[in-house]
Each structure stands twice: as structure tokens, then as C-alpha cells.
Antibody, heavy 123, light 108 residues
Framework: EVHLLESGGVLVQPGGSLRLSCAASAFTFNSAAMSWVRQAPGKGLEWVSSISGSGGTKYYADSVKGRFTISRDNSKNTLYLQMNNLRGGDTAIYYC????????????????WGQGTLVTVSS | AIRITQSPSSLSASTGDRVTITCRASQSISSYLAWYQQKPGKAPKLLIYAASTLQGGVPSRFSGSGSGTDFTLTISWLQSEDFATYYCQQYYTYPPLTFGGGTKVEIK
């Protein structure tokens, strides 16, 4: 059974930094594009960032471009999101999600999601 | 970025009802539309992709239709476990991926 487990969410002050991790299991991690999707409290879903299976292609939402960095360690089956210069608007549950397509590039649809990790940005 | 307008934002229905949710894209997205179900405190679950293809394990009472700019999710016979929030998502342009605002299906 595919399993995604996020960690690293905490309370952080505005301007602070944080790194989220997502440990993956039970699928060929290095063949799967992966993404981060967030959900502010009581709000809808917002795509944040995606990375190809090889790690060579990365995409970001405009709202996080220049502040967040997505990466992966295929030897550890782990996805990361480095978050810098955090703002109140970044407060959300952050989900990692696996792309449905087996292609390395991915399609942008997500067949498995983690349970999420809560990031709170507040002074 | 392509905007997705989802309606209604909420609806009340009874078990056994037929429910329809719509999404409209700000430009043609062919059939590059997915639907997700999210229950409180849980992660979203993929129901449909390519506008009408049912994800494995999803009950056949769920169906999707549409192409271009207008899409529909139909639950043909609402069950108690279907009370949730539903989101559509376009993946025609990537990046960015964009979601509709969600439709909360509540018990009447």
C-alpha cells in the first residue's frame, strides 16, 4: 500500500524558515513526480510546487517562487520543501502528493496524498 | 493562470438524491480536469481524471462529463459516505495547477 508521511510542520515566526519532509513507501519513488499542495484553515486547495521523478524539473506557484525550494532524495525515498521568509499567508496544512501517471514528468493529477503537516506562521 | 469557477459552493441533499456539481474553466482545457473528494480532517481523494475516467476503486455512482470549459460531477445515488467537500482541478497548463473553490455537500 502506497504511504506518504509528512513531517516538519511547526509554529514559526514571520520571516522564519522551515523544512518539510515527506517519506514515501511502497512504490518506485524515483519514477514518480511529486508535489506539495496546501490548504489554509477552512479554505480550499492550493498547488504549491512539483518536481519530476529525477528531480531535474521543478515548478512553483507564483505565491512561493523565490521563497520555497522543492527537492527530493531518491536514495531515501523522501521529498522535501524548504520554506524561507515565511509569511502569515503560508499558514496551512501542507500535503505531499504522488502523481497518478507513471511517467517521470507527471501529469499534475494526484492519486495518493499524505495526511498533511500543519505549518503555522505567527508571532 | 487558468481560473476554475466551481458551483455551487455548498448544497444540501438527502441520501438517495442525485447531485450535480459544475466547474467552468476560464479557457478551454480540453479534458484535463480531475475531481477530488475531501472529508473533514482527511486528505483529498482522487475520484475522476481526464474529465470522465473513474479512478480505480471509486464507486460507479460517481461520474464526470464535459470538455472544453464546462464540466460536471454527478453522484447518481447519494450515500451517507458521500457527504464531503468536492474539488475540481485543471491540469491543462502545468504550471500552475489550479483548483476550483470547492463544493460542500451537506445532509439536508
Amino acid at each position: 500500500e502506497v504511504h506518504l508521511l509528512e513531517s516538519g510542520g511547526v509554529l514559526v515566526q514571520p520571516g522564519g524558515s522551515l523544512r518539510l519532509s515527506c517519506a514515501a513507501s511502497a512504490f518506485t519513488f524515483n519514477s514518480a513526480a511529486m508535489s506539495w499542495v496546501r490548504q489554509a484553515p477552512g479554505k480550499g486547495l492550493e498547488w504549491v510546487s512539483s518536481i519530476s521523478g529525477s528531480g531535474g524539473t521543478k515548478y512553483y506557484a507564483d505565491s512561493v517562487k523565490g521563497r520555497f525550494t522543492i527537492s527530493r532524495d531518491n536514495s531515501k525515498n523522501t521529498l522535501y520543501l524548504q520554506m524561507n521568509n515565511l509569511r502569515g499567508g503560508d499558514t496551512a496544512i501542507y500535503y505531499c502528493a504522488k502523481d497518478r501517471s507513471p511517467s517521470v514528468a507527471g501529469t499534475g493529477t494526484f492519486d495518493y496524498w499524505g495526511q498533511g503537516t500543519l505549518v503555522t506562521v505567527s508571532s | 493562470a487558468i481560473r476554475i469557477t466551481q458551483s455551487p459552493s455548498s448544497l444540501s441533499a438527502s441520501t438517495g438524491d442525485r447531485v450535480t456539481i459544475t466547474c467552468r474553466a476560464s479557457q478551454s482545457i480540453s479534458s484535463y480536469l480531475a475531481w477530488y473528494q475531501q472529508k473533514p480532517g482527511k486528505a483529498p481523494k482522487l475520484l475522476i481524471y481526464a474529465a470522465s475516467t473513474l479512478q480505480g476503486g471509486v464507486p460507479s455512482r460517481f461520474s464526470g462529463s464535459g470538455s472544453g470549459t464546462d464540466f460536471t460531477l454527478t453522484i447518481s445515488w447519494l450515500q451517507s459516505e458521500d457527504f464531503a467537500t468536492y474539488y475540481c482541478q485543471q491540469y491543462y497548463t502545468y504550471p500552475p495547477l489550479t483548483f476550483g473553490g470547492g463544493t460542500k455537500v451537506e445532509i439536508k
